[in-house]
């Protein structure tokens, strides 16, 4: 067997006897996987999707075995998130450290000194089975709480539409969208009343869109929304509406209310090449969705907000801005207009609340001509409907 096909399991102890001891009671059957401290364990993590367990090591340098499990449990990435955490305590860590480390989200629990029975039943129940369960949530196209696309469904139909938007020269956007504090509902009133809140944000999201749109549910609270010839200007005003409808929700259990936020990140086809890939198009609006978490408000944030003069890189490496990809003069005026349309779309909520002093001043001038063009619509219909009273 080689060792891409058995299992991975992650050893963090800041002692290097601990390390080479678990490695050598995991023998043959498992890879083993070791770091000194948290830090170094979580660019593992991040690195390595083959890891189906952590062996972690309560009290470390640099980064400790709770810090580290807070991180883990609080990922963006599903796979991460969900990795079983075998803590390993010593007679020094009170009962109080191990109840806090269960209550964050550890797995079990280890005590030194510890055998090669412990070390290997412990990978036996939670690698073993982790993987399996990994193995056949990657073959379901549909999740099984929300009923909608999974990743992988979600990835099949991107595909697809990356396909046709360049085949057909139009455009796509993708919102990819999460509860805020989903992680701290869940840990306060319980798993079940998270799984009920999720099935109404759902419910909400589904009537604010169109038929055609693809709604998928891709990890605890997370959400994203697949806009097929759609720009980035009107993909805005569908994350508005999304955004909107999940404000008026709100939850009450016993005394307290739960209201929702829900933080949105946007990224259109337009800022990219012919070499676009879908999978890249979801990476950089991840990004724009950890930019709306870290907003206070929630903003929407596309991804042209966080690199406006970055040129696209495909995976070769290679810029747009070389040969083949070099743009026009005509295409540099459209990427010019849709810098306006997309200023404009930031400012649409500060225009409508008349909270006029958020505008900056550097960026009126920008926003006059898309407003421009409508006002002159507007005035035009307006003229029809008088003339036909």
Not at 235 to 256: E, S, T, V, Y
Not at 384 to 389: D, G, P, T, V
């Amino acid at each position: 067997m080689s060792n891409n096909d058995k299992t991975h399991i992650l050893v963090v102890d800041d002692s290097a006897t601990i390390r080479k001891i678990i490695s050598k009671q995991l023998g043959e059957e498992y890879v083993a996987i070791t770091a000194a401290n948290g830090e170094e364990a979580w660019h593992l993590l991040q690195s390595n999707d083959a890891i189906a367990l952590v062996f972690l090591d309560l009290h470390m340098p640099v980064m400790n075995g709770m810090m580290l499990l807070k991180q883990i449990r609080e990922s963006g990435s599903n796979h991460i998130a969900k990795l079983p955490v075998i803590m390993i305590t010593g007679h020094e860590d009170s009962e109080a450290a191990k109840k806090a480390s269960h209550k964050m989200g550890a797995t079990d629990f280890i005590g030194k000194p510890f055998s090669e029975v412990d070390i290997i039943s412990r990978a036996k129940a939670y690698a073993n089975f982790n993987r399996q369960i990994n193995s056949l949530e990657k073959d379901l196209t549909n999740d099984p709480l929300t009923g909608l696309f999974s990743n992988r469904g979600l990835q099949e139909q991107g595909d697809k539409a990356v396909s046709a938007s360049r085949r057909h020269k139009t455009e796509l956007s993708i919102l990819i969208m999460q509860i805020k504090d989903a992680d701290e509902i869940a840990s306060q009133f319980g798993e079940e009343i998270l799984q009920q809140i999720i099935r109404s944000v759902t419910s909400n999201i589904k009537s604010s869109l169109r038929g055609d749109d693809v709604l998928a549910y891709l990890s605890t609270g997370q959400f994203a929304v697949l806009l097929t010839n759609t720009n980035a200007f009107k993909a805005h005003i569908i994350a508005m509406r999304i955004q909107n409808a999940i404000k008026k929700l709100a939850f009450k259990i016993d005394d307290i209310t739960i209201e929702i936020e829900l933080a949105v990140g946007l990224n259109s086809s337009e800022s990219y090449g012919d070499e676009l890939t879908f999978t890249e198009l979801c990476i950089q609006t991840e990004k724009a969705l950890q930019a709306s978490l870290q907003h206070k408000e929630c903003k929407i944030i596309r991804r042209a907000e966080l690199f406006p003069e970055v040129p696209y890189y495909d995976i070769s490496g290679k810029s747009s801005s070389d040969s083949k990809f070099q743009e026009s003069d005509e295409k540099a005026k459209s990427s010019n207009n849709n810098h306006d349309i997309e200023l404009l779309c930031s400012y649409i909520p500060a225009m409508i609340n008349g909270e006029y002093e958020k505008i900056q001043l550097q960026d009126i001038e920008s926003m006059i001509q898309p407003l421009q063009s409508y006002l002159d619509y507007a005035y035009s219909q307006m003229k029809i409907k008088l003339e036909r009273k």
